[in-house]
């Protein structure tokens, strides 16, 4: 977890006082320090790049404004992407489409062909795609995702690479799959895999990458020379205070002696999210109630679970500080929690915190991965503001939604209104 800064009891962001930003831009808001992302994109990147050539593709599920892409585009990043959505919001992002790999789940054809169309590299996640491919383009060049039976995360929800997954090739059919493309038309560049997301340890990645290598080199027997290897994203992030980071420089050498020794292939791309957004971004909520209910007592604010849905989710721990009380003496312990109407509606249970009022700016740590990307309008609520944070400055990136946002796309039939 990242410690700030502070002034007079004020947390800095980004060399701005919280207190200013909310006061500025109105909460919740996120608010994302474009001095951390660029860093830690320069870390997760030179970690790997100085063992081997490395190409990191940001995975923008974790975080899919086009500032953070615009920023992450001009240091060299390429792109993972999930959906159609995803591939072009890159695209306006001014990455262009041989900087984006494309890898769905369950596509639908008419995803395919739109992905297809806009030239990305696919990356395949099953024979019936590869098959349902092939009838609408053919010839173009191809990663092959494979389930390398080990899996990774930070809950049982966000594992991805285990036995029986519902993620990718599964490893019995990989080499057979492969063939079959070349068969087909098209070009086989790569093997992919990716475990999960936010799992701390290093060995599932140390196996799985070890099923990889297998794969590349029963590919090489059977005529199949690869460019690259990937090997997905998933590093995790503490978000506990004194938890410790993890070992990327080590994981890094690990990994790549694994695919240089093991292998001929020289090229290696990696799918990082989470390790870029998350400790660059925060989410500034207001205190707008104080509650003791016996048993609990509450500290209620403006955010709640469609601004950040993680906690209600996935169970997920946030740090959360009073940013203008910095380093005061803790009165009791609060649960945070917001204006949702179900009794998930936590950010943070059973927190020691100092003296919460009305009008007090509660930070939210560590919500630049999975945090406005998962946000929703339930229970009518607009979708919140974003800001960039550079040098004690803060730019809005994205506004917040209008309630008559909500009304947008919808339809009453004429034969209601008579
Ligand atoms: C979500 C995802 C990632 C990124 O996961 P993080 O835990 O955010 O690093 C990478 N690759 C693929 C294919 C993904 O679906």
């Given at each position: 977890m990242r410690e700030f800064d502070s002034k007079d009891g004020v947390m800095l962001f980004g060399g701005m006082p919280v207190t200013e930003i909310a006061g500025e831009f109105g909460t919740p808001v996120y608010a994302i320090d474009e001095a951390r992302l660029r860093e830690n994109y320069r870390r997760v990147h030179g970690a790997f790049s100085r063992h081997m050539d490395t190409q990191v593709h940001y995975a923008c599920k974790a975080n899919t404004s086009l500032a953070v892409l615009k920023i992450l585009e001009s240091e060299g990043s390429c792109i993972d992407a999930v959906s159609v959505g995803e591939v072009m919001t890159c695209l306006k992002a001014g990455?262009?489409?041989?900087r984006v790999i494309f890898t769905g789940n369950n596509v639908s054809n008419e995803e395919l062909r739109a992905v297809a169309g806009l030239g990305v590299m696919i990356n395949i996640d099953s024979k019936s795609e590869l098959e349902r491919l092939a009838m609408i383009k053919t010839g173009i060049p191809l990663s092959f995702r494979v389930t390398p039976g080990v899996g990774s995360g930070h809950g049982e929800k966000v594992?991805?690479?285990?036995?029986?997954?519902?993620?990718?090739?599964?490893l019995k059919e990989a080499v057979g799959t492969c063939l079959r493309a070349k068969e087909l038309g098209f070009d086989p560049k790569g093997v992919h895999m990716h475990i999960g997301?936010?799992?701390?340890?290093?060995e599932p990645f140390v196996d799985a990458v070890g099923v990889i290598v297998d794969v590349a080199n029963r590919l090489k027997d059977n005529g199949i020379a690869l460019d690259f290897i990937d090997i997905g994203g998933g590093i995790g992030v503490p978000y506990r205070p004194n938890e410790p980071e993890m070992d990327v420089e080590g994981l890094a050498a690990d990994l790549t002696e694994m695919i240089i020794e093991g292998t001929d292939v020289r090229k290696l791309k990696i799918e990082p999210g989470r390790y870029i957004v998350c400790d660059a971004c925060v989410l500034l909520t207001r205190c707008v109630d104080v509650k003791d209910a016996g048993v609990r007592k509450y500290v209620g604010v403006d955010a709640g679970f469609n601004t950040l849905v993680r906690p209600a989710m996935y169970d997920s721990y946030h740090h959360v500080e009073i940013g203008n009380k910095l380093g005061r003496a803790c009165t009791a312990k609060y649960d945070v929690v917001?204006?949702?109407?179900?009794?998930?509606?936590?950010?943070?249970?059973?927190r020691a915190l100092p003296d919460p009022e009305e009008g007090d700016i509660v930070v939210i740590y560590?919500?630049?991965?999975?945090g406005f990307s998962m946000s929703s309008n339930y229970n009518s609520r607009p979708l919140c503001r974003e800001v960039l944070v550079f040098d004690g400055r803060a730019e809005l990136i994205r506004e917040s939604e209008r309630i008559e946002d909500l009304w947008r796309h919808q339809r009453i039939p004429e034969r209601l209104l008579r």
């Open positions: 990455f262009t489409p041989d594992k991805t690479g285990g036995e029986g997954a519902k993620f990718g090739i599964p997301s936010g799992g701390q340890s290093v917001g204006p949702i109407c179900e009794s998930g509606d936590h950010l943070a249970r059973c560590d919500a630049g991965a999975y």
